[in-house]
């Protein structure tokens, strides 16, 4: 290659199918090519943040999109990855890369939006949604689909003879336009997909999730209306307007706005509300001071235990209440008496034990045996000594 037919801004050593990447004069290259290193970077950063999030989300349906949500920034760096393949020039590593991965990452975005939308249908209809697994799962079906497609169809495309005048390395560079946008019509299938699946969240009763509902249909709108537009100019458009070199911006352009797409309509939303409250959980009421109390706790101080009435009453004279150190009047010993009959223990006081004594010598008294009286002389002092020991 002659050094002096390098154009503005390149290097005399840079091969030519790197111009676009630096060539001053054909400005479009080097804005696309800053617009997509910034979308990588972009995509880089929010994917780290998302993963920053996840320890801090406490809405377990919002957990179970996460691994969703990562797969987009995933399938959305590679898209402006691939922004790269089409601002270089043709060659037969760069057009199989186009050929392949183009379609494959669309299906990958698309698939899990597709997955996002029918968990929203699923939680409006049955207040629950999938399990996160059970949506990963299904968008790796939807997405395996696309990448057999495109692998057959590449397959059967290059192995095939070549035509005239083309050597070997410049078949996968020879497909016509309407082949290349027919190979994606599984891809738009996807794109509709989402679009409809979008739809019945919008009646959901809570606000948060016809957001995400909101999120989903705008997204799926305007990517199909960046669809429509460059499928139309690929096809037809440059032909008409007699620019068919611009077959190669077309896509580029398409797809790095796609990304952004993908990126501010549906990326960056839903990270911001992944630290939302669940709206099915119960809020404490206003008047409570310490919502994080626990319901143990708020069972013991709302509804206090009833008052036992003790079956026997509280005998009061061994009750624990000290007296009074100093007395201010005089205390009957039988103060704490409370007229209640004792029918276990026997308590005598000192009344009961002069009765029960007087009791017991009378008695005596009548048991006494009557002895006649001594006729001696000093019978009569016996006798009055007899009488005094029974007085009292």
């Known amino acids: ?30 804005v696309v090519e800053a617009v997509a290193a910034a979308g990588v970077v972009t995509s880089f950063v929010l994917f780290v943040i998302l993963m920053a999030c996840l320890p801090y989300v406490t809405d377990k349906k919002r957990k179970a999109m996460v691994a969703l949500q990562a797969s987009i920034l ?36 698309l698939a899990c939006l597709v997955m996002h939308g ?52 410049d078949i996968s560079c020879s497909i016509a336009n309407q082949d290349f946008v027919m190979a994606l019509i599984y891809v738009m299938v996807l794109l509709l997909a989402v679009v409809l699946m979008a739809v019945p969240s919008l009646t959901h009763k809570h606000k948060q999730w016809r957001r995400d509902g909101s999120f989903i249909l705008v997204t799926g709108l305007l990517t199909i209306a960046i669809w429509v537009t460059w499928i139309v100019m690929y096809i037809h458009g440059n032909q008409v307007v007699g620019s068919p ?68 009453m509280e005998n009061k004279a061994f009750s624990m209440d000290e007296p009074p150190t100093v007395p201010t009047k005089p205390v009957s010993p039988y103060g704490a008496y409370n007229g209640q009959l004792r029918s276990c223990v026997y308590q005598p006081t000192e009344l009961a034990l002069i009765a029960k004594g007087l009791t017991k010598m009378d008695q005596d008294t009548i048991m006494l045996r009557t002895t006649p009286p001594s006729l001696n002389p000093g019978s009569s002092s016996s006798l009055t000594r007899s009488v005094e020991s029974l007085a009292p």
Not at 6 to 30: E, F, M, R
């Open 1 to 30: 290659m002659n050094p002096t037919s390098a154009p503005k801004g390149c290097g005399s050593s840079i091969s030519s199918i790197y111009y676009n990447l630096c060539d001053l004069t054909t400005v479009w290259g080097v």
């Open 74 to 109: 995933i399938f959305t760096l590679g898209l402006f990855g691939l922004t790269f393949a089409f601002i270089v020039g043709r060659h037969s590593t760069s057009c199989a890369a186009r050929r392949f991965l183009f379609g494959v990452l669309f299906s990958g975005c």
């Open 118 to 169: 029918l968990w929203l249908a699923l939680l409006q209809r049955r207040g629950r949604g999938p399990r996160s697994w059970m949506l990963c799962l299904g968008a790796l079906g939807l997405w395996l689909v696309e990448v057999i497609i495109n692998a057959e169809w590449l397959i059967i495309t290059v192995v095939r003879s070549p035509p005239r005048g083309l050597i070997a390395s």
């Open 245 to 312: 070199s611009w077959d190669d911006p077309t896509l580029a352009v398409g797809m790095v706005s796609n990304a952004w797409v993908f990126l501010f309509l549906y990326t960056i939303p839903e990270i911001c509300l992944l630290t939302q409250e669940d709206p099915d959980q119960e809020q404490p009421h206003d008047g409570d001071v310490y919502p994080a109390r626990s319901l143990v706790y708020d069972t013991i101080i709302k509804e206090p235990e009833p008052t036992q009435q003790n079956v026997y």
